[in-house]
């Protein structure tokens, strides 16, 4: 089956299907991105978490696996800014969590990964593998890295949860638009995280964005399958962007624990606790606790991420998993859990009755 569908977008990176796998650091692989790209959509990297050598050695597999375009995203947040003392309180909150897990809590905490605006090392890698696209979550790079990026012919993209981020986008040399509803799981993509978030659904911000600026603007958030995509279509999105729906692909990196907790998840949730920002989780213990305490309390991400992270460990080592980063969206009772290539064909599939 064949889907007459195209713009311009599509037409620029060759794309047969106007679907693209959200990137997902902690989750997707360059098996995951090379079977939807394989499949006619864009496959998607994380590289926010990555150093150089890793993201590179990710990248150069991903084309080892496909020919087709495929997408690394990057993470552009505001540099972590260190305090030390608030760090110590966070740690003491912490406590009682490291104590029923018979474990340590760390002496300090650390930035665990740096800005793609302040790796020089990482930009000089990406311009010479030169993927066919870089997307951008949590803000923009500077407009001297941009432009080295569209000099050397890569389509970029970034997200945006409002019509400001999205102008700012446009201003300054993005190709599209990911408009992140607020239904999308994982980390949202606010430029500052601790001004009042919008909150806007989907369907509002596309309605949004489609009318007020004039570069393509893709669907992401709440999406799971081939008539969520064709609704986003007739809003005016040039392709939708879905990550919840592949979490459990068996291509992903996620563990038996992980995949388990997805699976039979009911309910999501909005928290800053496992990470320092705002990232839609499925309800579990860390949540929980979340729920207690002030989020003004909470270190900067990445910093807080350090914290979260040793929590999990702890955890996990004596069998309790729930304190991971589970992100999903809204929409997670609806997942599916089957082979990329076969999700891709039920998504046409799917989409075929409602495009005609």
């Known amino acids: ?75 552009c947040h505001a540099p972590a800014q260190q305090d030390r003392e608030k760090e110590q309180v966070w740690l003491e909150t912490l406590k009682p969590l490291f104590d029923e897990f018979d474990a340590d809590a760390p002496k300090e905490l650390k930035e665990i990964y740096l800005t793609f605006d302040e790796n020089p090392d ?22 001297t890295t941009i432009d080295a990026l569209k000099n050397a012919g890569i389509y970029l993209l970034a997200s945006a949860t409002n019509l400001s981020e999205a102008k700012l986008a446009e201003e300054k040399g993005i190709d599209a638009v990911v408009a ?3 239904e999308a799981g994982g980390h949202r993509g606010c430029f500052n995280p601790d001004a009042a978030d919008e909150k806007l659904l989907l369907v509002e911000l596309l309605r949004l964005l489609t009318k007020h600026i004039s570069i393509p603007v893709i669907a992401a958030g709440g999406l799971m399958d081939g008539k969520d995509i064709s609704t986003a279509l007739k809003n005016g999105a040039a392709a939708a962007q879905l990550g919840t729906a592949f979490v459990t692909c068996p291509e992903t990196c996620i563990d038996a624990d992980h995949r388990i907790a997805v699976e039979s998840a009911q309910e999501t949730i909005m928290t800053r606790v496992v990470s320092g920002r705002p990232a839609r989780s499925i309800r579990n213990r860390f949540t929980e606790f979340g729920e207690t305490v002030s989020t003004r309390a909470i270190p900067d991400y990445p910093i807080a991420y350090d914290a979260g992270k040793a929590v999990n460990t702890a955890a996990k080592a004596l069998g309790e998993n729930g304190f991971g980063a589970q992100w999903a969206g809204s929409e997670v009772a609806r997942i599916r859990s089957m082979p990329a290539a076969k999700l891709m064909k039920i998504l046409v599939e799917e989409m075929l009755p409602h495009t005609m």
């Open 1 to 75: 089956m064949t889907l007459a569908y195209s713009n311009s977008l599509m037409a620029k990176l060759s794309l047969k299907l106007p679907i693209i796998q959200a990137p997902m650091a902690g989750v997707s692989t360059p098996e995951l991105a090379a079977a939807v790209s394989n499949a006619g959509g864009l496959g998607s990297i994380a590289l926010g978490a990555s150093d150089v050598e890793k993201a590179r050695s990710d990248i150069q597999q991903l084309k080892a696996l496909t020919d087709q375009s495929f997408n690394v995203n990057l993470f």
């Open 122 to 143: 990482m930009l000089h890698m990406v311009l010479e593998e030169k993927p066919a696209v870089v997307s951008f979550h949590f803000s923009l790079p500077s407009q």
């Open 180 to 182: 992140q509803g607020w």
